[in-house]
RNA sequence: GGGCGGUUAGCUCAGUGGUUAGAGCGCUUGCUUCACACGCAAGAAGUCACAGGUUCAAAUCCUGUACCGCCCACCA
């Protein structure tokens, strides 16, 4: 190799470059594209799929980077590695986005029609897959673009279609009536974990109906929500309630509309709260529901789909929800029905994805019976086949899985999985009800609602028309669904051929619930699902480990009987500064690309990996990218130095050394070696690169450099310091390397063909360093030890007697066992120092008393007397010393304490009492020292 | 209502049964020293929230308290 001047590499570490021509290398090198090797033990990662509702946020960057940094570190230690990349469909994340879009236009969904609007979403999806994958890229992902997936494709479908036949077969899926949460904005059903409780303070309403055929009795009630007055169908009291006993069997007049409902016993209703008597409106409260279920009460709903009063709201019909309570409160009090109101503060559920508050509404949906799936799922944890770190979430996922609900799966939505199910327009046509959008009615001089499948076609419309135009089907609960994964052709009862499919489509966690197996291949038994499946890491944020991880479990191990993945490592969650939520209304996103541009991906990725712990929430802000970015500036220059000194013929000598800071370096690195790889075993990484940065800028720069520039100096003597220097720097780069891929690979491609380990072509496919316990050398890190000990003690000695920088004085250094390590460095500590002449002498020959102009320093191991001329003040230097040895004599009584407990003594292991008796006696030896040269200042 | 996490230097956070608690930023002082001023050198700065307990030994384990944050739960 050519030698390379220092002029020849920039000053500063310049990112942009050297990432696009590495990622690019790679690419085409195939080192993201693993091998099948049946005789090797994979290591697989499926990347959790960011939904496709525009760029990359630092979310999705975080767990990219925490992937990216296990994937390199298990590829380079030789095993076929998968990370599978991907994306998702975003079910209503990804509805709302493009229907946005499209309200900028001025047009609405409706207005597009299905077919239409799909191809906006997949336009929409396309563009934005590509930019998503390309950001990825810029993080320096080396995940396998050869195997990426989206929710959508063909195969991902498939496999969704397959396990809604499946469950459907086993009943665990299943359509019925339910109270199900209904966001007025989506105009959709949502599942129980889609719904965020905010607590809000409003108010308690007491209102009383007035007794059927008893005049001026009533009976009063207490609710939230007085607008739902409207669909009671009855009054409930608690059976032991003694106030109420005399109501039981009695009807109430509801206020305004006048309605007669019952009063009756049931269990449900705590005496305690309220008056004890509760209003029952079966179709818009969860509880009541039940109640309804148990009294045979009828259900009446008042809401439309867009939360204005329905028909069954009599006078409020078309009102907003709100207006309607406001106007019927005002009748109340008209009446005198209102008896009071009483501020209060109760949690009420908001649409995940728009913050609209959701109305609990009974709807026809399709759910999965979860009870079943949820028994091998909350087994396979509770026996540690799956392993959750941290551990502590065990806790929370076990707990879940013991109170699971069922699964609300259908969205009245256009973009998703479509329901495999179909209804037969001949045998079910009159059962069928269908909305169709208003623009088609309109052309068809139709009135506005709901129409029968069985009276369109009688009107002259085809099948295929109303199947393009409709927008959403309520089918009565007597169709019967033709349930498949591939469109039936004939309904199987009457042979009819106008099958209508079910126009929902399912939630989104439903696909990604499979996509462990589904990405591999599933349900086809192909190469890929056979050797990669299980996975062995499920790596994502905690938020969602019930929207997925569970849900993984339990889909994975319904479909292939294996548990999906072995390890689930769950990180938290980005923060700004102040440890607020990142959100672009705030101001208070780092967006990651911006960041990567000002700082550099591995700025990016070392801020946000140090310092980190499994499962806990992190503060990311320009002052840590900052220091990050100098981070790679100082690599970047130490690299400098050394490939600036590289001389081919003294380089590629092999590492073989006796001097002591060469031990020294080498004994650090094999330990660091050692603990960053037994951190990284325990998923530690934010721990592991903090070590690896701690070497290289304390030891390797500070010091390691700092002596070999000396080395340099030294002509002659026939040793360099270049193979350990490069050694020391090539295996940092390795070590380095899973955390900040580009700078590790440009300084690696330097420095590797001086370097006498395996020379690949690439830092990505080279060995993971393996410590190498023989190179741990404690006689040199102590000796060094003291090296480091005693040039810092002559600098702050300098500092404190105020001697100019740039002069030299004069020092020599008294010592008994490391003499012949200091001799060996007195070059290095009198360059370091600035000392000369420097004397090195044993004890033998002579002390240092009567010297009172001179500063002497007692360390542990030697002494160091700096004859400072004029510049000792007497009265100061007493001082000093007199503190050294108050606090010495602190340290000293608490050993000798501690070694006088019997206890002690008895109890703790050898090492430690080995050890503080060891102190004790080099302590005693400084306090000796010290005492001397205080008598000595007279 | 149940559960979880946090409380460590001015700020942001690591740490974890071993007795002298670390880093980055900030601060003080000095330095354009031939890799790096995105730097170097020297420093100041913490009764590890509080109260008990276990232990030879507690910032670390246990119990309780306070404050902050999060998750779950059908309180009309």
């Not at 499919?501 to 966690?509: A, G």
């Not at 689930?568 to 541009?597: C, F, T, W």
Request: hydrophobic share 40%; proline share 6%; charged share 25%.
């Amino acid at each position: 190799m050519t030698s390379k001047g220092l002029n020849d590499i920039p000053k500063s570490y310049e990112p942009a470059h050297v990432e696009a021509k590495w990622y690019q290398f790679w690419l085409e090198q195939g080192y993201f594209t693993p091998e099948i090797d049946d005789k090797k033990e994979p290591f697989v990662i499926i990347m959790p799929p960011p939904n496709v509702t525009g760029e990359l946020h630092l979310g999705t960057a975080f767990t990219a980077i925490i992937e990216d940094t296990l994937i390199r570190w298990h590829r380079m230690q030789g095993k076929p590695t998968l990370w599978l990349p991907g994306s998702d469909h975003a079910g209503i994340a990804g509805q709302n986005v493009v229907e946005q879009l499209l309200a900028e236009e001025g047009i609405s969904r409706h207005t597009l029609g299905r077919e239409k609007f799909l191809e906006r979403m997949w336009e929409w999806m396309n563009k934005y897959r590509g930019i998503i994958a390309a950001q990825h890229k810029r993080l320096g992902a080396s995940s396998d673009l050869t195997r990426e997936r989206f929710t959508m494709d063909p195969g991902p479908s498939l496999a969704v279609r397959t396990t809604f036949v499946n469950l459907s077969k086993k009943g665990l899926i299943y359509r019925g009536e339910r109270i199900i949460n209904w966001c007025p904005r989506c105009i959709t059903a949502l599942s129980d974990l889609e719904v965020e409780h905010k607590e809000l303070s409003s108010n308690l309403y007491y209102v009383r109906y007035r007794l059927e055929g008893e005049e001026d009795r009533f009976i009063t009630v207490a609710t939230t929500r007085p607008e739902t007055i409207l669909g009671d169908t009855a009054v409930a009291v608690n059976p032991e309630d003694e106030r109420h006993k005399s109501h039981l069997g009695k009807q109430a007049i509801l206020p305004v509309v006048g309605r007669t409902i019952p009063i009756l016993a049931d269990e449900a209703v705590d005496p305690a709260f309220g008056t004890g008597a509760v209003k029952i409106t079966p179709a818009h409260d969860p509880v009541d529901f039940e109640v309804a279920q148990r009294q045979n009460l009828p259900s009446i709903n008042i809401l439309n789909l867009d939360a204005t009063m329905g028909e069954n709201a009599g006078p409020y019909a078309g009102l907003g929800r709100f207006e309607c309570r406001q106007a019927l409160l005002e009748d109340l009090e008209k009446e005198g029905l209102l008896v009071t109101i009483e501020p209060y503060v109760h949690s009420v559920g908001h649409c995940q994805r728009c913050q609209t508050m959701v109305e609990p509404l009974l709807s026809k949906q399709w759910f999965v019976n979860t009870a079943p799936l949820a028994k091998p799922a909350h087994k396979v944890v509770k026996e540690r086949q799956i392993e959750i770190i941290p551990e502590r979430f065990t806790k929370v996922y076990l707990n879940w899985m013991e109170n699971i609900r069922d699964w609300c799966i259908s969205r009245q939505l256009w973009w998703g999985h479509r329901i495999p199910a179909w209804y037969c327009g001949t045998c079910d046509g009159d059962k069928i009800d269908i909305i169709p959008i208003d623009e088609f009615l309109r052309e068809r001089d139709l009135p506005h609602g709901t129409h029968t499948y069985s009276k369109l076609r009688e009107l002259g419309v085809s099948h295929d028309e109303i199947v393009r135009n409709t927008d959403w089907v309520t089918i009565d609960l007597s169709a019967n669904p033709i349930v498949a994964t591939d469109a039936p052709h004939q309904c199987p009862v009457c042979n009819g051929t106008d099958l209508l499919q079910d126009p929902d489509v399912l939630d989104t966690w439903f696909s990604s619930a499979l996509w462990p197996h589904s990405t591999l291949g599933w349900p086809e038994e192909t190469e890929d699902f056979k050797y990669f499946y299980p996975t062995t890491v499920m790596e994502t944020g905690y938020d969602i480990l019930f929207f997925w991880v569970a849900r993984m479990i339990m889909m994975g191990l319904e479909n292939t009987g294996e548990i999906p993945f072995h390890k689930v490592y769950l990180h938290g969650l980005i923060r700004d500064e102040k440890g607020e939520k990142m959100s672009k209304s705030k101001g208070n996103v780092v967006d990651p690309v911006q960041a990567i541009e000002k700082y550099g991906t591995d700025a990016l990725r070392f801020a946000i990996s140090t310092g980190n712990s499994p499962g806990n929430d992190m503060r990311l802000s320009p002052h840590k990218l900052e220091g990050s970015r100098n981070f790679t500036n100082k690599l970047w220059n130490a690299a400098r130095f050394v490939i600036g000194n590289i001389n081919s013929e003294e380089a590629t000598i092999p590492v073989e050394t006796n001097l002591v800071e060469d031990r020294w370096i080498l004994s650090r690195l094999n330990r660091l070696t050692a603990e960053v790889t037994e951190l990284l075993e325990q998923f530690q990484l934010g721990e592991a690169v903090r070590r690896i940065y701690d070497f290289l800028w304390t030891e390797y720069c500070d010091w390691y450099i700092e002596i070999a520039k000396i080395r340099l100096r030294q002509d002659g003597d026939g040793y360099s310091p270049m193979p350990v220097l490069v050694h020391v720097l090539e295996t940092t780069m390795r070590l380095l390397h899973p955390f900040m891929p580009f700078i590790t690979e440009e300084i690696w491609q330097q420095v590797k063909e001086s370097s006498p380990s395996a020379n690949p072509g690439s830092i990505m496919i080279a060995p993971y360093p393996t410590a190498d316990t023989e190179t741990f050398d404690a006689d040199a890190e102590r000796d060094m030890e003291l090296v480091i000990d005693i040039i810092r003690s002559i600098r702050n000695a300098r500092m404190e007697s105020k001697v100019d920088p740039g002069r030299f004085i004069e020092a020599s250094i008294i010592a008994e066992n490391a003499k012949p390590t200091l001799d060996a460095l007195a070059p290095a500590i009198a360059a370091l120092a600035r000392v000369r002449p420097l004397t090195i002498l044993s004890n033998q020959d002579g002390g240092t008393s009567g010297n009172e102009q001179a500063k002497i320093l007692v360390l542990k191991g030697a002494e160091v007397v700096l004859p400072l001329g004029g510049m000792i003040d007497v009265g100061a230097e007493r001082s000093r010393l007199l503190k050294e040895i108050e606090a010495n004599q602190n340290e000293i009584s608490r050993i000798e304490h501690l070694l006088a407990d019997t206890n002690f003594l008895a109890k703790a292991p050898s090492h430690i009492v080995d050890k503080e008796r060891q102190k004790l006696d080099d302590r005693n030896d400084i306090q000796r020292k010290l005492k001397e040269k205080l008598a000595d200042l007279g």
